[in-house]
């Protein structure tokens, strides 16, 4: 009940286009979903993030839409750049307490 | 912007040996972690410290982890007695209450 799924575990696309990662959840007492931008030799760091009260959240070009009857929530990465070329993991948990992740989606943004 | 920082960066020790990682959180937040990743793998919970207790400990931080806040300001994980799938990368992260700060990690190796 812990588990957070993650898919797709790799992801290429073009200069401009769009990314688009998914994870699913099961324990429904999470309450904060985070996703987390993690470069080769350097350790995750903090995207963007969103609580359940909300079904969309927007940073920038990053943007996290959340489906909490459905347990899913996604990342968007809209104009993606060859600089947004980094594994991204999403993550769950309750408040301050530990986070679960998923497994990482690497994302690779050909010019 | 305010950084969690982690020595060393990489450490190499004999199987049976004892090792020491250190992490000195974001000064001002009250929640501290520990996870480790191995290598190309997801992101695992090892353990959370709040209000210089252990609140929340996984399945891996057994008998031969420990962690300690030295001196109110360092946050340590030692390990007892190192053995081969030991080796990963470490990340302490620190929170102010919802998402993490992560340092850029200790790689250990294990030989």
């Known amino acids: 009940q812990q588990q957070v799924k993650q898919s797709p575990q790799s992801l290429i696309v073009q200069k401009g286009g769009i990314s688009i990662i998914n994870c699913a959840y099961e324990n429904t007492a999470f309450d904060y979903f985070p996703w987390y931008q993690q470069f080769p030799g350097k350790g995750p760091a903090l995207l963007i993030a969103i609580r359940p009260d909300v079904s969309e959240k927007k940073e920038g070009r990053f943007t996290i839409s959340f489906n909490k009857s459905a347990k899913q929530f996604s990342l968007h990465i809209m104009d993606s750049q060859p600089g947004d070329s980094a594994t991204y993991f999403c993550a769950a948990s309750i408040m301050a307490g530990k986070s679960t992740f998923g497994d990482g989606t690497t994302l690779t943004v050909k010019p | 912007e305010p950084e969690v920082t982690q020595t060393p960066s990489h450490q190499v020790t004999q199987m049976g040996q004892e090792v020491i990682l250190r992490c000195v959180p974001i000064s001002n937040h009250l929640y501290f972690y520990w996870y480790r990743q191995i290598l190309g793998q997801k992101v695992e919970f090892l353990v959370s410290?709040?209000?210089?207790?252990?609140?929340?400990k996984s399945e891996i931080f057994d008998d031969q982890f420990s962690v300690e806040r030295p001196d109110g300001s360092n946050f340590t994980l030692k390990i007892r007695s190192t053995k081969l799938e030991d080796s990963a990368m470490y990340f302490c992260a620190s929170s102010g209450g919802l998402g993490y700060t992560f340092g850029s990690g200790t790689r250990l190796t294990v030989v």
């Open positions: 410290f709040y209000n210089n207790e252990i609140s929340e």
